[in-house]
């Protein structure tokens, strides 16, 4: 059976590992003001942050509809025997729900709740690579990559509040106290729900280095496989963070850019280090 692995286009993964996995993407609409543009076509993370600054307002991001998930899927099944499509998660969006329900209308389209975003996802998808080289069912797949989908620790620590206030995902409180104490909070996904999990207090590098060593040491890791991945690259953190983690083991260490979805809501200087958990 060839089987297709499909992505919305928030799940950060880096284009080589694209190409390399036939990995297919649908993009999110990302909004620059009254002009519309495609996630990984025409606009960037850069494109975002340059907008904001230019404009004082902050782009806006449209889910993806049912109908153009029908399409998108009965083109996929031209070529494919089944698509196995990751979704951002259902929590946050509703694109993971319109894929769901487009799915229902062609056989074999197997929609994943990933209950995670950017590289969380990008995860589960190359996990569901690595079963396909493996030559096991798409059943078995699927139930496997469900079952992962509840263990992987997908979190970031972000510089400003400000981008997840005004698309309406922290309270104007929240904001207020983050500026007034200049905490970086973590942001993590707790039953596919952002939820701010802890405060770090001084310069953003700092508290990225006590950011990595807490998620590390509260959800053991599978040490197969881990993401790095920011809006924009922060130092010293992203070398010292990298290089802790080639001494600690892991087999696969990977770096991505997040796309102008996760972007447009986490702002720049975020950065998160995402693995399944043991």
């Known amino acids: 059976m060839k089987i297709c692995i499909s992505c919305d286009s928030t799940c950060d993964i880096p284009k080589d590992l694209l190409e390399k996995y036939d990995i297919h993407l649908m993009p999110i609409t990302i909004l620059l003001g009254s002009e519309e543009r495609k996630d990984g076509i025409n606009v960037t993370a850069q494109d975002v942050f340059d907008y904001a600054q230019n404009s004082g307002e902050l782009a806006r991001t449209s889910a993806v509809n049912v109908y153009e998930y029908l399409e998108y899927f009965k083109q996929l099944r031209q070529q494919y025997d089944a698509v196995i499509h ?56 699927v139930s496997e990559l469900k079952q992962e989908a509840e263990k992987v620790q997908a979190s970031f620590l972000v510089d400003t509040l400000k981008y997840l206030h005004k698309g309406g995902r922290c309270s104007s409180i929240a904001l207020l106290g983050a500026n007034l104490l200049k905490i970086k909070p973590r942001i993590s996904l707790v039953n596919g729900k952002m939820e701010m999990t802890k405060k770090y207090r001084g310069n953003i590098s700092d508290a990225l280095l006590r950011y990595f060593e807490d998620i590390i040491e509260e959800v053991e890791p599978n040490k197969k496989r881990v993401f790095v991945t920011y809006s924009s690259p922060v130092e010293p953190a992203r070398t010292q963070i990298i290089e802790r983690l080639k001494q600690m083991g892991f087999e696969e260490i990977l770096e991505s850019s997040a796309c102008a979805t996760i972007s447009t809501h986490c702002g720049p200087k975020t950065l998160g280090v995402l693995y399944i958990a043991k």
């Not at 389209?109 to 990933?114: E, G, L, M, N, Q």
């Open 86 to 141: 990751f979704s951002l998660s259902f929590a946050i969006s509703s694109t993971g729900n319109n894929a769901l329900s487009a799915s229902h209308d062609i056989d074999n389209v197997y929609v994943i709740d990933t209950k995670s975003l950017s590289s969380g996802s990008g995860l589960l998808a190359l996990s569901c690579a690595d079963k396909i080289q493996e030559g096991k069912n798409i059943e078995d797949i």
